[in-house]
């Protein structure tokens, strides 16, 4: 499944590929060896988003792993300090939340003033220059973040968080950081001979923070626009004397105009006079790169320019370095930019075989310095955090509703009905929409989820939700409702009347686009043809295999207005069903579906997924259908409801038959 962002697919290989950047020959940037002695090159370092991924290591599923990790971008940094005369190094923030060892740090460790969080041992190992603060630095509140940003050997800037109201003048808000720093730095000329430069640092967060953590800063902070900040303290900085600004934007490039406060304003950013580079962030995406800002008129993905000036974004987890290299030109006591260039640099590709290679090894101070809690995550990953009264399972999640299927709604309903709740959308009756992951097909006859009744482990959730998407919902009618599960039911083949044992899945069908509808309760008719195929054209415009759809026990007003609660990779469109994409998006969480998870479990210490038997199918006279699903699944066919089905003996490859009695 493609929904998840891959970081190596945007990746452009290194001249270190395939090298441990240990023995890697350092080939100088062009505008080292070409600077005049009026001239010097400078190169800026960009980590965003690491989300307290220091190690190379997935938590979640308790395993090594190449494409992450700050103590892997780390081992790019003395390389590339080599082929630069002058560096700096900067993070774009999303630095405390994200992953297991946030958690850890969050809500068993415990950050009080004077303890040192592992990010920031880390990132005082490597020596930054400067920070600020991501949208993810506020989710276990204010006290937690400042007792851990305190521990900083850099200064952190932020030009849009203000302490209670925003002033008439954003220049008299009350910050709670300073908003930008001015950095005198001696730089080595052409000529070798050292000068001071004075570069501006100014940080943004997205505003949306006053919504995504209205818990933590309801009556405590409020956030401005990021354009409209900088517009007012850039000039600032130039009277302040900075001979040049960059901006630490922790928000993306969004091309689909101007609005106030808005989310990923790094584009129009760049059209504020005095700002002459731009670090972006927090869309995980890289930048420059192919794909994802192709069509953003006023980005050039290949260049890396955003309105014609310098910009990048640098993936995420540490999967890259972001560079900005600059060409200055001494201009009587003052520098200015002559010539740029941009890059993002990745710590692992994908050989030819699709196999992804580590690029660089571990930085050995960074492993060193966050052993301790390293060892610390791996426990409290292992450890129980809440209990399942029922076994949650996916051996029977295509032919009866599921408790696997059922936790992941259930947590997205309660996710979303509290983000939502003090908005205008707070009236509409949400639905949540889940499919198996881990449903047998080419993954084998094991690739099941099987957490049995008890304890449940964060690493148990991994199992649970597979990809790394994060929780949006749309906003639809009653009778997309309906199309959405037409295009699901694509999933089995057509049964006629009185057929007997005809292959129930139709095998071309992924079964991560079998999304199940909570909130609503429905039957399948499969003696009736798909109405769309597989690209949501329509094929069979007069026939429904949707029968009996209800909402609160009433036929469903095809006009009524649900909200779907579900991940970016549908609601973007992914699996091209029928209206589903961004135009019906109304709220994009910050959260990623797995944290969701684990967050609801946490909270509600003891959860009962039994499955509420929504949907089923309908009868079908005379027809009976086979399906494989894995051998382990046998001791809960008896449990399964809403379906009949009976033991038929083994299947192909390792797998168990069955027969299901339509
Ligand atoms: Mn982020
Ligand atoms: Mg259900």
Known sequence: MSSHIDPLSFSRRSLLGGLAATTALIVLHPFAARATASQAHLRLMETTDIHVNIMPYDYYVDKPNDTMGLARTASLIDGIRSEAGNSMLIDNGDLLQGSPMGDYMAYKKGITAGDLHPVMKAMNVLGYDCGTLGNHEFNYGLDFMFNTLAGANFPIVCANLTKGELAADPKQDQLYFKPYVIVEKMIRNGAGAESPLKIGFIGFVPPQIMLWDAKNLEGRAQTRDIVEAARAWVPAMKEEGADIVVALSH??????GQTDRMENASLYLAGVEGIDAIFTGH??????GPKSFDDVPGADPVKGTLLGKPAVMAGFWGSHMGLIDLL??????????????????PISH?????????????TLEVVEAVKPEHEATLSYVR????????????????????????????????????????????????LSAAAPFKAGGRGGADYYTDVPVGSIAIKNVADLYLYPNTVQAVLITGEQVKNWLEMSAGMFNQITIGTKDANLLNTS?????YDVIDGVTYQIDLSQPPKYDKDGKVINPEVSRIRDLSFEGQPIDPGKKFIV??????????????????????FVAPDTNRDVIVRYIVEQKTINPTADGNWSFAHVEGATALFD?????????????GAHIEDAGDGADGFARFRLIL
């Open 328 to 345: 200055l030109d001494k201009d009587g006591n003052s520098w200015k930019i002559v010539d740029f260039t941009c890059e993002a640099r």
């Open 383 to 430: 450890t129980p955090v809440g209990n399942t009264s029922a076994p949650l399972y996916s051996y029977f999640a295509l032919v009866a509703d599921d408790p696997s299927v059922q936790i992941v709604s259930n947590a997205q309903t309660w996710y979303v009905k509290d983000m939502l709740k003090e908005t205008e959308f707070k009236d509409f009756p949400i």
């Open 283 to 288: 869309q995980h995406l890289v930048f420059p």
């Open 509 to 513: 069908f992924p079964s991560y686009n």
């Open 251 to 256: 928000s993306g490039i969004d091309g689909h």
């Open 350 to 362: 994908r050989d030819e075989n699709r196999k992804i290679v580590a690029d660089v090894g571990d």
């Open 629 to 641: 699903t894995g051998p382990k699944g046998r001791p809960y066919a008896g449990q399964v409801k």
């Open 565 to 586: 609660a579900t991940n970016n990779y549908r609601a973007g469109g992914g699996g091209k069903f029928p209206e589903i994409g961004a135009d019906k998006v109304v």
